[in-house]
């Protein structure tokens, strides 16, 4: 990570608490660390957040 990613992640951070949202709450630090993605499964059509490369949700993953 570069100092200026650094700092607009620190930036991000700060807004989100001034928003009065924690950020451990959204999701958002989770997502920074694991780039999470949004992914429609093929199956079923729902959208889910994946940091794997599937097309499938877990549920239909699991049959
Ligand atoms: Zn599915």
């Known amino acids: 990570m570069t100092k200026d990613e650094d700092k607009a992640f620190e930036a991000e951070i700060k807004a989100k608490y001034s928003g009065g949202t924690c950020p451990c709450q959204t999701g958002f630090i989770e997502k920074k660390k694991s780039s ?17 490369d599937t097309d499938y949700c877990w549920r239909c993953e699991k049959k």
């Open 36 to 52: 999470l993605r949004e992914v429609v499964c093929k199956k079923c059509g729902a959208v889910f957040k994946t940091n794997r």
